[in-house]
């Protein structure tokens, strides 16, 4: 089972090596943020925009540990989308942790035999009987849909024209679907996760956006197509954040 535990697989060399890269070889800088670690906490370091900054442009940023990469610029796409919530950060960037193990995203456990490659076999077994399976296939619709629709979307729209497969709109109503699924079940309460799954449910559209965007400068920055403009542009108008007036 996927938790929100991303956060607290950052450890202590990773909080130094945030230290290190916020300051940027400052000592008043290194200092300052040392006492914001001390006074306020590691959410106030990971949230800093000279960290981001840092992982992505600088030698040492290749030294993070993957929790720490994705927490870290999840969080900040989701900032960007007016996704404020540390929680929902924490459960996104481990569905990418976790998927990023060899076919971890096909299967809905890691010792679970059976593996998926489409939504719609997903949906077939959301009523497994078997209760706990019943859960994590639930729970897995969300997470594969928002792991496709999310880092892949100009494949989505690649195989939609080519081929007549879903668009981006199918992805996200049935990645909702599932983890209003999920926070139905009996389990979800058991474990803490059904406000979690809710919120993910009505919020998927803007979840999906944020990873589009680590998408597209991230793993497929030099991808230019009119289709992916148009869809920056839809997603730009429906929930980035107004700009403050200089």
Do not use: K
């Not at 999840?74 to 007016?82: D, N, P």
């Not at 594969?144 to 939609?160: C, K, M, N, T, V």
């Not at 079940?185 to 009505?202: D, I, K, M, V, Y």
């Amino acid at each position: 089972m996927i938790l929100a535990n991303a956060r607290s697989m950052i450890g202590r060399n990773d909080a130094q090596l945030a230290l290190r890269l916020i300051a940027r070889g400052s000592a008043d800088v290194h200092g300052a943020a040392e006492a914001t670690l001390r006074e306020r906490g590691i959410d106030a370091l990971l949230d800093d925009a000279r960290l981001i900054e840092a992982l992505l442009a600088t030698p040492q940023g290749a030294h993070a540990s993957f929790p720490l990469l994705a927490y870290v610029v999840v969080r900040h796409a989701l900032r960007e989308v007016g996704e404020e919530d540390r929680a929902v950060a924490d459960y996104v960037a481990s569905v990418l942790v976790h998927f990023g193990i060899r076919d971890r995203a096909q299967r809905v456990a890691i010792g679970d035999d059976e593996t998926y490659d489409t939504l719609a076999g997903l949906v077939e077994d959301v009523d497994d009987p078997d209760a706990r399976r019943s859960f994590l296939v639930r729970a897995h619709l969300g997470n594969y849909a928002l792991w496709l629709s999310g880092l892949f979307p100009d494949w989505i729209e690649h195989r939609r024209q080519r081929r007549g497969g879903p668009d981006l709109e199918y992805y996200e109503e049935m990645g909702a679907h599932g983890y209003r699924l999920a926070a139905d079940h009996r389990l979800a309460n058991e474990h803490g996760l059904a406000p979690l799954f809710s919120h993910a449910a009505t919020r998927f559209a803007r979840l999906r956006a944020a990873l589009n965007v680590v998408s597209d400068r991230m793993m497929f920055p030099n991808h230019h197509t009119p289709d992916r403009l148009m869809r920056q542009v839809r997603d730009d108008f429906r929930f980035r954040r107004p700009q403050s007036p200089s």
